[in-house]
């Protein structure tokens, strides 16, 4: 635990390096001027934190089926079936949401959504039945729906017309290290009681793997929140668009 801990420090350390040096560039690889547009910070933030719990339940999920749940390998990826097709079912509505309303707003939603479900799935994974998982999987992808779309549409589009490419490549960036991360952080609070060499302890006790799993998904429910609190600070905080102009027609 400590090394994970240690390594996760100097990741942040690193990237915290790699930021003044960017800064401190004659030909900077980001432009240090969309680092300074706190709208796209704030999208980017909320990525971030948001998507920690997507990568993390990709990872963990079949787990609980398979131990928790004693289900096999084809009936858990049946269950797991749930996310997928409601996922697939509610993106184009979600879609259509987000060119109506603020980004942020639809952020928020999701990951108010996320954040609710994952407690209520930590509360009562431990009900006999799959119910309480399926309820879990297909918030989980109604949160999701809402949120992709919307945050990737704040994200690049709180970014300067000249630095859109730049913008895309941050994002598409910070998208698959926040999925890693997610994976990472689950896998290593799951496994919080291996032993030097990496191998999980036996496990004699269905109720304290029950106990680890909800743990986790509390955990998630967390990184969710703080990814919530981003999406209401981007009204407040992030940088005004520009007023249009009048008499030209009103």
Same mark, same amino acid.
């Given at each position: 635990?400590?090394?994970? @801990?240690?390594?996760?420090?100097?990741?942040?350390?690193?990237?915290?390096?790699?930021?003044?040096?960017? $800064?401190? /560039?004659?030909?900077?690889?980001?432009?240090?001027?969309?680092?300074?547009?706190?709208?796209? @910070? @704030?999208?980017?933030?909320?990525?971030?934190?948001?998507?920690?719990?997507?990568?993390?339940? =990709?990872?963990?999920?079949?787990?609980?089926?398979?131990?928790?749940?004693?289900?096999?390998?084809?009936?858990?990826? *049946?269950?797991?079936? %749930?996310?997928?097709?409601?996922?697939?079912?509610?993106?184009?509505?979600?879609?259509? *949401? =987000?060119?109506?309303?603020?980004? +942020?707003?639809?952020? =928020?939603?999701?990951?108010?959504?996320?954040?609710?479900?994952?407690?209520?799935?930590?509360?009562?994974? /431990?009900?006999?039945?799959?119910?309480?998982?399926?309820?879990?999987?297909?918030?989980?992808?109604?949160?999701?729906? $809402?949120?992709?779309?919307?945050? %990737?549409?704040?994200? $690049?589009?709180?970014?300067?017309?000249?630095?859109?490419?730049? %913008?895309?490549?941050?994002?598409?960036?910070?998208?698959? $290290?926040?999925?890693?991360?997610?994976?990472?952080?689950?896998?290593?609070?799951? %496994?919080?009681?291996?032993?030097?060499?990496?191998?999980?302890?036996?496990?004699?006790?269905?109720? +304290?793997?029950?106990?680890?799993?909800?743990?986790?998904? *509390?955990?998630?429910?967390?990184?969710?929140?703080?990814?919530?609190?981003? /999406?209401?600070?981007?009204?407040?905080?992030?940088?005004? =668009?520009?007023?249009?102009?009048?008499?030209?027609?009103?």
């Amino acid at each position: 635990m400590l090394l994970v @801990l240690s390594l996760f420090v100097l990741s942040a350390f690193s990237g915290l390096l790699f930021i003044i040096r960017l $800064l401190k /560039a004659e030909n900077p690889l980001i432009s240090p001027s969309l680092l300074r547009e706190r709208s796209f @910070l @704030l999208g980017n933030a909320v990525s971030v934190f948001g998507l920690i719990l997507m990568g993390g339940n =990709a990872f963990l999920m079949p787990f609980f089926l398979e131990l928790g749940k004693g289900l096999g390998t084809e009936r858990a990826g *049946l269950v797991l079936m %749930a996310y997928s097709v409601t996922f697939m079912v509610l993106s184009p509505v979600t879609g259509r *949401l =987000a060119d109506r309303f603020s980004p +942020w707003r639809l952020c =928020a939603a999701g990951m108010g959504l996320a954040t609710a479900t994952c407690v209520l799935f930590s509360l009562t994974m /431990a009900m006999p039945g799959l119910a309480s998982t399926f309820v879990f999987l297909v918030g989980l992808a109604l949160a999701y729906a $809402l949120f992709m779309v919307s945050n %990737a549409k704040q994200v $690049l589009g709180s970014a300067p017309m000249e630095q859109k490419g730049s %913008a895309s490549a941050v994002f598409g960036t910070l998208y698959s $290290l926040s999925l890693l991360l997610g994976v990472n952080v689950f896998e290593t609070l799951y %496994a919080a009681r291996a032993d030097v060499h990496g191998n999980l302890a036996p496990i004699t006790d269905t109720g +304290w793997l029950v106990s680890r799993f909800s743990h986790v998904y *509390l955990f998630g429910a967390c990184a969710c929140l703080i990814s919530l609190l981003f /999406a209401f600070g981007i009204p407040f905080f992030g940088k005004k =668009a520009d007023k249009p102009a009048v008499g030209h027609g009103n």
